[in-house]
């Protein structure tokens, strides 16, 4: 299954709403231009829920890394939303869990971006 | 006669992306056959799948003219899968390790890795020209299969 990006904007946060599999190729593609859409329309508050991700692998988790650098080099802040048992796992294992802002309630998370 | 709980299929396929998600689909049900719980079996399909990725894009480089070999060995005690390409060859003890705080932000680098926290035991053979990977996950006594 391809992966899917839908984009809405809440209180001044752009929320990437994913579907699908991140993996090398297009899934990876996708969000990476997903990502940099975003920023180039000026927003530079992106949650990216994940809920509706049902696979990633060390492809897609490299390209949640290049998300997050790339949106934090250009002053902004990207964080994560509603990961399910196997992103959490993966981002555990590769000791990602303590780099990435993660939320479980969309609301908190919202509110959590800086003003 | 044959024993039930052993199979073995290996597979040809071209350096492509549809060969990765081929041998990783089959190595998901590879492990359920050999009894592994969803959750194992989710992980041996992913340590496959990185091997293949490995192979097709480091390995192999999508060269069109190169290949990769697959083999799934069921056997009543493991799941062996072999994953072969014709590329220059990996030295694993080069590899940078992907949680050193240096590294822990890299967009790459984090297959092998992987690999070796899902499998019980990873093996690299030089191949002429080449590398194999044999990734093995041992049953247990509650694995019977089918």
């Known amino acids: ?115 | 006669m044959a024993d039930p709980t052993t199979s073995r299929v290996s597979y040809t396929l071209d350096s492509s992306l549809d060969s990765v998600n081929k041998i990783e689909q089959t190595a998901e049900v590879s492990a359920q056959r050999a009894g592994f719980d969803e959750d194992t079996a989710s992980h041996v399909a992913m340590a496959v799948r990185e091997a293949a990725v490995n192979a097709v894009l480091h390995g192999n480089a999508y060269d069109p003219k190169k290949h990769i070999t697959a083999s799934f060995e069921t056997t009543p005690e493991s799941l062996i899968v072999r994953i072969a390409d014709q590329g220059p060859g990996l030295n694993p003890d080069t590899l940078p390790d992907p949680l050193a705080p240096e590294n822990i932000l890299r967009g790459s680098g984090r297959g092998i890795f992987l690999i070796r926290a899902f499998m019980d035991e990873v093996n690299f053979r030089q191949l002429h020209p080449g590398t194999e990977l044999t990734l093995i996950k041992h049953r247990t006594p509650a694995q019977p299969g089918t």
Request: charged share 25%.
């Open chain 1, 1 to 115: 299954m391809s992966m899917k990006v839908q984009t809405r904007l809440v209180d001044g946060v752009t929320i990437l709403d994913l579907s699908g599999r991140i993996t090398l190729g297009e899934g990876s593609v996708t969000i990476r231009d997903a990502v940099r859409d975003v920023l180039a329309k000026g927003s530079k508050k992106i949650l990216l829920n994940l809920a509706e991700i049902t696979y990633i692998d060390s492809s897609g988790i490299g390209e949640l890394v290049s998300a997050f650098t790339t949106v934090k080099n250009a002053g902004g802040e990207l964080k994560l939303l509603n990961l399910t048992k196997k992103v959490h796992d993966l981002l555990q294992i590769t000791k990602l869990y303590t780099v990435f802002d993660v939320k479980d309630d969309e609301a908190s998370a919202i509110s959590s971006f800086s003003k």
